[in-house]
Structures are given as C-alpha cells and as structure tokens.
C-alpha cells in the first residue's frame, strides 16, 4: 500500500516474486506453500499474507527482509486472503468456510460456514465488512467483520459463474466481480453470445447489483 513493492504469486513454483514498483527489479524469490493463489498486503505494508492452496496453509512473509516468518494450518484448499493486519480471513474453497486467523500466533479464532466453493474476498474500505464470491454459483455472501455473521446474499444473475475474484473500488463504495457468463438457453449458439466474459457492479450501501453499469468484456 505504500507503493514500493509488487507482489505477485508463482503457483507452478510455489513461491511469491518481490518486485521493486518504481525500478521494476527484481527483489526476491520467497518459496512458499504449495500452489500459493493469492496475495494480500498488510496495510501497513510490511508483511505479505498467501494462501497456500494444496498445503492447506498460509504463509507470513516479511517484505522487508523478502522472507518467509510463519506458515500457518487453515481448512482444506484456501484460496483467497484478505488482512486487516491483525487478523487474516481465508475462504476455505474445500469446505466451504471463510476462517478468521490472528496473524502473530496462527489461531483459528473462528470459521464462518458460508455456501459452497467460496474463492475470492475482499474487505470494504472501513473493515467493517467481507465479501466473498462463489465459484459456480456467482453469489456474493457479505459478512461482518465485528459480529462475524452473514449479514446478506447478492446473487448476481442466473447464468453467471466462475467468480474467483473481487476488488474494491478506491472510493469504498462499490465492487466489481469479473465473472463467465452461460447463456446456456441460446437457441443459435456463437463464441460471443453462449459464454463470454463480463464484470459485474456491486453497491456495497444496497448490496445490490447495479446493471446498468455491467461491464461486457
């Protein structure tokens, strides 16, 4: 968050890349857990959060040093992290589970049943709220942060699927979710009209999908 490094994961060799934002070099290699998926920074940019997705784990990287400080048990196949810098929250793709982990002593402070398949995360602006996206299904699950209950479901469309992700803009008022979309009742099928790509607009205040603004890939 404070600009200087660029993080990004290497699943086929199971570890992060250290880059320098402004000169482009090449900082460091930190190996990692097994088929690492995503990478969160802590806000006050000194540690690296990765979800290890075969391991079962996440790792602490101290981007200061470029290395590995901690690897932490977590439920089957995590797959997206969020941080607030004290505590770390992973869904748990295998079981269908978003943990809640303090990152300085690895507890599993608690684990949020949520649907099936949950991938990506992301933390509103004000910390106060998680949102968690479904593979298959395209729903949006919105969790408090400070109660840790599922406040509300956003589905975002009948044909919509394979939602791994999800950012939030910088104004902290609405989310996009790039998604594929199945239009699987099309009668004359072609490339760009039975499945194609489109982001999808989330009001975070209403917690409800903005059509208008649908972006088609």
Known sequence: RDGNFVVAVNPDSDSITLLDAITLELLAEVSVGDNPKTVAITPDSKNAIVANYDSGTVSIIDLDQGKEIAQYEVGQMPYGVVTNG????????????????????????????????????????????LLVTHLFTGKITVINVATRTIIGITPTGLETNLSQFIAIDQGGEEAYIPQTRSNTTNLAPLFDTTVFPIVNVLDLDELQIVAKKRITL
Do not use: Q
């Open 86 to 129: 004290l505590l770390g929250f992973i869904t748990e793709f295998g079981i269908g589970s978003v943990s809640v982990v303090d990152l300085f002593t690895g507890e599993l402070l608690t684990r949020i049943k949520v649907d099936a398949f949950p991938s990506g995360i992301a933390l509103s602006k004000n910390a106060e709220k």
